[in-house]
């Protein structure tokens, strides 16, 4: 069962989910690339690599119409709002039929969020109209109040737009923060090293926790999404070695859930799933569960040594 977990093979059996996640995904990125009304070149090229990574999909409903009307639509290296609003008007009929559709109307909308934040840092540059923009569309979205992150970023951008001015360090603290919510292996433009060393000065919650300290003696881990470095066996054996207890399930008593860095294509959105989700909530009902990178893991069990 792991070894098939790891080598994917389990993807035959989650197509549809993942023509539902790239579908709103899309959706979110053609948002957020429009959302200060100019697409430059830089947000041409993202959205031309993401949709290369959906090669796979060419043959399938509605990627088969889908991908030929943005590579015709970007074959002049120009994106219009008209080409925008046709792609889109292909993304909403489909989804609309409820027989297509793998998740419900709420993951849709944090899907298509996610895709928006990607939109806009697809260029490297957050300026007040698509602050504004995101803003508008947090609003005309409030189904989605109590779920993880609508909540964290409408209550973000609602402080930073009370005194009606965007400064240079708010917008630096909403880059930092809505690339925690971007898959990193989606992305050729993206400067994620430049966030990095912004995280040096804007330390922002998010998703994983920054720089944290991690125990293992009589502490409980899980894991979700996929390893470069190991196995999930190998996190299962190596845990109780160094002291703690490997569960398979979020629950109560799971002290750190570590991310896995190569992130998972099944993932019900673009950088975290079901179990994340999870640890959310239970986060917010007060329970101390801590979300780890798969890095800060290592790094630790480096420093044991």
């Not at 080598?7 to 993942?18: H, N």
């Not at 920054?210 to 470095?229: D, M, Q, R, V, Y």
Request: with cysteine; aromatic share 12%; glycine share 4%.
């Amino acid at each position: 069962m792991s070894s098939t977990y790891e080598k994917q093979d389990y993807r035959k059996f989650t197509a549809k989910s993942e023509s539902d996640k790239f579908l709103n995904n899309l959706k979110g990125i053609l948002n957020g690339i429009s959302s200060d009304s100019e697409i430059n070149s830089t947000e041409v090229l993202e959205l031309q690599n993401w949709c290369s990574l959906l090669g796979e999909y060419s043959d399938r409903k509605p990627f088969d119409e889908l991908l030929p009307m943005i590579s015709e639509a970007l074959s002049d290296n120009i994106l219009t709002f008209e080409e925008i609003n046709d792609i889109v008007w292909v993304i909403d009929k489909f989804v609309s039929k409820s027989k297509n559709t793998f998740y419900d109307p709420i993951t849709h909308g944090l899907q298509q969020l996610h895709g928006f934040l990607h939109g806009i840092l697809s260029d490297n540059i957050i300026n007040d109209d698509e602050v504004d923009r995101l803003n508008t569309w947090l609003k005309c979205h409030d189904y989605l109040t109590g779920y993880y992150p609508y909540d964290e970023i409408s209550s973000l951008l609602t402080s930073i737009l009370s005194d009606k001015i965007i400064t240079d360090d708010e917008k630096n603290i909403l880059k930092v923060y809505f690339s925690d919510f971007i898959d990193t292996n989606s992305s050729i433009s993206i400067d994620f090293s430049e966030i990095e060393d912004l995280k040096n000065d804007y330390t922002i919650d998010g998703i994983c926790a920054l720089c944290p300290e991690i125990e293992f003696e009589n502490k409980t881990f899980c894991f979700t999404g996929a390893s470069s470095k190991a196995a999930r066996k190998d996190f299962e054996d190596l845990i109780p070695t160094l002291g703690g207890t490997f569960s398979k399930n979020i629950t109560k008593k799971v002290d750190y859930l570590i991310i896995g860095d190569n992130g998972n294509l099944c993932w019900a959105y673009s950088c975290y799933g079901r179990k994340v989700e999870q640890a959310v909530n239970l986060r917010k009902k007060g329970s101390k569960i801590t979300i780890i990178h798969e890095n800060d893991f290592w790094d630790a069990v480096e420093d044991l040594k």
